[in-house]
């Protein structure tokens, strides 16, 4: 069976994310219940295009967590990468400051602007 695409969206550091109908479906359900689709997308390709802080998680996949700052409070986007390519997992709202336990993450350097 194969999962429907709601987007793909290049990232600051060249890589397609592949956003799937299910995983933005769960981002709007559990995190922005009142935004529509199209809304989310945008924020989402906001803070993959152009954001504040990129942090790598290493766990049983390769993770990274793009930060942009708005208005002084965070959103976070969540990126898994493997072998097959780069997958939207998930997006929220984390306040003034970043996550304290993605603060310790490896903070990854891209070139802005």
């Known amino acids: 069976m194969s999962k429907r695409i709601a987007a793909v969206?290049?990232?600051?550091?060249?890589?397609r994310v592949v956003v799937l109908a299910e995983a933005i479906a769960h981002t709007i359900e559990r995190?922005?219940?009142?935004f529509p689709e199209?809304?989310?997308?945008?924020?989402?390709e906001r803070v993959l295009r152009d954001p504040s802080d990129i942090f790598e998680e290493r766990k049983t996949h390769v993770f990274h967590l793009f930060y942009r700052l708005n208005a002084r409070h965070y959103m976070v986007v969540i990126?898994?990468?493997?072998?097959?390519g780069c997958f939207f997992v998930t997006a929220y709202p984390t306040g003034a400051t970043h996550?304290?336990?993605?603060?310790?993450?490896?903070?990854?350097?891209?070139?802005?602007?």
């Open 38 to 44: 199209e809304m989310v997308l945008e924020l989402i």
């Open 31 to 34: 995190h922005f219940p009142l």
């Open 9 to 15: 969206i290049t990232d600051v550091l060249g890589d």
């Open 79 to 84: 990126v898994k990468r493997v072998p097959d």
């Open 99 to 113: 996550r304290a336990k993605h603060k310790k993450l490896r903070r990854i350097r891209y070139a802005k602007g």
